[in-house]
């Protein structure tokens, strides 16, 4: 009610204001929505976080493929052809003589990690991961020094409720010298 002098007024009905109930209303209907942007916002991060993951398991393989066939392609024989692991004969300086440092190997380790070292530095990891049952090497011979062709499959899955992400590669090495070992 307002006052004026000399005068009572009464409040009109839509002059009255907002009651508690109405601001208790809007005020739950409020926190509904800011609770469904929050949530919203962390399934958001949280898949963006398993691509992230994928994408780096990813991109670790193909680098690993790429490394991997280009050394086996400039290889002059296998020196070690098993399902997983392999060793080659990398002539780095062209001479035709095995030295040092020239015995590259390439293993998928217990623990899922693939590696890659040669006879003088210690093995690296080159990309982790693997699943292990999955990941394997491949060959056209039983002998390595007969072997022309490797074939290899890195499988990871970076994320247990995602699928397996699978990336393989057929080699010929060009420069095999067949029937000649070490």
């Known amino acids: ?34 609770g469904m942007m929050i949530s919203w916002f962390g399934a958001i991060t949280a898949i963006d976080g398993q691509q992230r993951e994928d994408d780096l398991a990813m991109e670790g393989l193909r680098d690993a493929r790429a490394l991997l066939g280009r050394e086996l392609r400039s290889a ?63 060959y056209d011979a039983s002998d390595p020094a007969l072997v022309t062709r490797v074939e290899f499959e890195f499988v990871v899955r970076p994320d247990p409720d995602s699928g397996d992400r699978h990336i393989g590669s057929q080699v010929l090495i060009r420069n095999s010298r067949l029937g000649e070992g070490p």
Do not use: H, K
């Open 76 to 138: 002059q024989y296998l020196l070690v052809a098993d399902a997983d692991a392999l060793s080659m004969w990398l002539d780095e300086d062209r001479d035709g003589v095995f030295d040092d440092g020239e015995a590259v190997t390439w293993s998928i380790t217990g623990s899922g990690s693939l590696q890659r070292g040669t006879d003088l530095e210690t093995s690296r990891v080159i990309a982790s991961p693997l699943v292990v049952a999955s990941s394997g090497f491949t």
């Open 1 to 34: 009610m307002t006052r004026w002098p000399g005068r009572v007024l009464v409040a009109s009905r839509d002059e009255r204001g907002v009651t508690l109930t109405e601001t208790a209303v809007a005020g739950l209907v409020g926190a509904v929505l800011v």
